[in-house]
């Protein structure tokens, strides 16, 4: 979350989908069908995304409510995002309690959909659990802290994990269940701290293929000149041996608070997100790191980075990076899935690549580099080569017309299952028609299912 939220090295990218997908990739080519999730008035921002694999079809996704003191918006859908019931909870008499905001999704093999979240009241960590697709949630454990940040959930064969900042401090900290089936899990573990050189946040976490956990995480919590990206791995997961020593894999000269043109009143931290590949495949055991990269220093140039290791973090493969537009305009908060039935990974972030304030659909304002959309590329081969970058969204959208302190949040997230992939974000272009501010107004929560082959 980045403080308490309260209302008031290149590489050159070839293909990597098969040419029965063109239409759906090639950046040329028409965007896919987007999916208006919540159709509320006001914003929706710092999303989170996950779909079923016990059932494909089943797709859930929540964003923040900025605008309001509590209360997440949420979308379910049982058939492929053809419709959606739509709710918000967390808000003041919920069961749940009162929910602020960072919430983070992860669906396991045997169905349970886990989430994460914080509280404005205090600085816990919470943990929910839904076992019937997102219809309804339980709050399962409550990790007292001075003050919670930025929690993320991840799951594994047979474990749910949870990473966090704990303050004061700024350490890194995890927690886990053992889980044995729809609606069976063991007791969470006392969090145990992720060794770290000073300060510490905006994390992600992933489990293995073993049950190992890997945590990720910047150094630097705020100001603009730039952080190391790290990650640690405590190789038993549940057992007794704890996260060992942490590796220095890149650095960014995305701060934890630069602003861009795009991003003005929230600012983007360098966002490090975590995928492990346990599928089985080719590439069984790769854990794929993303991460935003500033070149020079406060340009505004920012790109989207990848990596990946085959030794659970001990090395890791140079930087190659994922957007291949010819412009130093803005990519950011990237997200990163990986279909565990494949083994196949896929990106997507906010992109202002198309707004050169020349006019045209990608600029609606006469003003450069702050008007975005969502573009995305995969990855059929274990990241060796990737698809040419596609563009996701229809329209064009805008932070300053959000009228909204939070920007489009410090995050978003996607989700990769039976060779779908589902990015979600905040999108104000009333591209689908259905947007109850209008158009350039209030942010709505977006997806669009694609499929890979």
Request: charged share 15%.
């Amino acid at each position: 979350m980045r403080g308490r939220f309260l209302a008031s090295t290149s590489s050159t990218i070839v293909l990597g989908f098969a040419v029965a997908l063109a239409t759906a990739t090639l950046a040329s080519a028409a965007p896919p069908s987007n999916i208006n999730v919540t159709a509320m008035a006001g914003n929706e921002a710092e999303n989170a995304i996950a779909v079923n694999p016990t059932n494909p079809s089943n797709v859930v996704a929540m964003s923040t409510l900025p605008d309001v003191v509590a209360g997440l918006a949420v979308g379910v859908s049982f058939n492929d995002g053809q419709t959606w019931t739509r709710r918000v909870i967390g808000a003041a008499g919920d069961t749940l309690g009162e929910i602020c905001c960072d919430q983070q999704l992860a669906w396991d093999r045997f169905g349970n959909l886990w989430m994460t979240y914080l509280v404005n009241t205090n600085g816990d960590v919470l943990v929910a659990l839904s076992t019937d697709g997102g219809s309804s949630f339980t709050k399962v454990a409550d990790i007292q802290t001075k003050f919670g940040d930025q929690s993320s959930i991840a799951v594994g064969p047979n474990s749910v994990w949870v990473s966090f900042t704990r303050s004061p401090g700024k350490q890194m900290q995890a927690f886990g269940a053992a889980v044995t089936g729809l609606g069976q899990f063991g007791s969470f573990s006392t969090p145990e701290n992720v060794p770290s050189p000073g300060n510490g946040d905006y994390g992600d976490t992933a489990v293995g293929p073993a049950g190992q956990v890997m945590v990720t995480y910047q150094n630097a919590v705020n100001g603009q000149g730039g952080a190391d990206i790290y990650t640690a791995v405590d190789p038993d997961g549940l057992g007794p041996a704890g996260f060992g020593k942490p590796t220095v894999v890149a650095h960014s000269h995305v701060g934890g608070f630069d602003f861009l043109p795009a991003q003005p009143d929230r600012s983007i931290d360098a966002e490090a997100n975590l995928a492990w590949d346990r599928s089985g495949g080719a590439h069984n055991g790769r854990v794929y790191l993303v991460w935003t990269q500033e070149r020079p220093n406060e340009s505004d140039n920012t790109d989207i980075m990848l990596q990946h290791s085959d030794n659970n973090g001990a090395t890791w493969s140079p930087a190659i990076k994922l957007n291949d537009d010819l412009t130093t305009n803005s990519q950011y908060n990237p997200a990163i899935a990986l279909d565990q039935s494949s083994g196949d990974v896929a990106v997507s972030w906010y992109d202002t690549r198309n707004d050169l304030g020349t006019g045209g659909s990608g600029d609606t304002d006469g003003i450069r580099n702050d008007d975005f959309q969502i573009w995305a590329t995969d990855s059929t081969n274990g990241g060796t080569t990737f698809a040419p970058n596609f563009r996701v969204s229809q329209g064009t959208s805008n932070a300053v017309d959000a009228n909204s302190f939070f920007d489009t949040g410090d995050y978003t997230h996607a989700a990769f299952v039976s060779g779908a992939f589902w990015p979600a974000w905040s999108d104000n272009s009333n591209s689908t028609g259905d947007n109850p501010d209008g158009t350039l107004h209030k942010f709505d929560l977006y997806t669009a299912k694609m499929s890979i082959p």
